[in-house]
Every structure is written in C-alpha cells, then in structure tokens.
C-alpha cells in the first residue's frame, strides 16, 4: 500500500509560479508510475504530467514548456513545477502512483491562479 499527501497549492496571479510537492509513505523506487492529475469544477479529471521509475516523463499539452515533473528517490517525493500559469490551470491537482497491481490517489491540493 502506498499512501500520498501532496502540498504546495495555493492562490497565484496569472503568470506566476508554484512548486507541488507529493511525499510518499514508501519508497518510490519501484514504484512504476507516478503521476499528477488535476480536475476543475464541472470537469473530469485529467493527466497533467507523469514519471515512470526509469524517468521518462508524458506532459498534457496544454502544459508542455510549462511545467516540469521530477522524482527524488532520496526523499521518496515527486514534484511538478509550474511556471507561467494561467486561468484555466485553476483545479485541484491530485497525485497517483501505480505499484504493482494498484493506483493509489492522494487527497488533492487546489490550485487557484486569478488576479
């Protein structure tokens, strides 16, 4: 079993930057696949960005150049840096890991980008 508890979300004017964090109650060494979704009011959730346990990343399109996925082994932790954000990134992001048979969800970090 795999526990996950995201932060770093909050409130960002338009064009500003924020860092999520998703800490791991394990190891994420062998952990397959780690992810960041989000979803917005009235929407379905999507993927944003993922990392697989050999450090390929998949990036949404709506995010490519924008933001950044990363993995610390050391501090079983994965990261999505979001740089240049804009109105419609405004959602709760949630991270997902895959590890053996399972995904495993954390309870979600809102993100809120307004002026």
């Known amino acids: 079993q795999v526990q996950l508890v995201e932060s770093g979300g909050g409130l960002v004017q338009p064009g500003g930057s924020l860092r999520l964090s998703c800490a791991a109650s394990?190891?994420?060494?062998?952990?397959?696949?780690m992810g960041w979704y989000r979803q917005a009011p009235g929407k379905q959730r999507e993927l944003v960005a993922s990392?697989?346990?050999?450090?390929?990343?998949n990036y949404a399109d709506s995010v490519k150049g924008r933001f950044t996925i990363s993995r610390d082994n050391a501090k079983n932790t994965v990261y999505l840096q979001m740089n240049s954000l804009k109105p419609e990134d405004t959602a709760v992001y949630y991270c997902?890991?895959?590890?053996?048979?399972?995904?495993?969800w954390g309870q979600g970090t809102q993100v809120t980008v307004s002026s």
């Open positions: 997902k890991s895959t590890y053996g048979l399972y995904d495993y």
């Open positions: 394990r190891s994420i060494f062998s952990i397959n696949y």
């Open positions: 990392i697989t346990s050999s450090g390929s990343t």
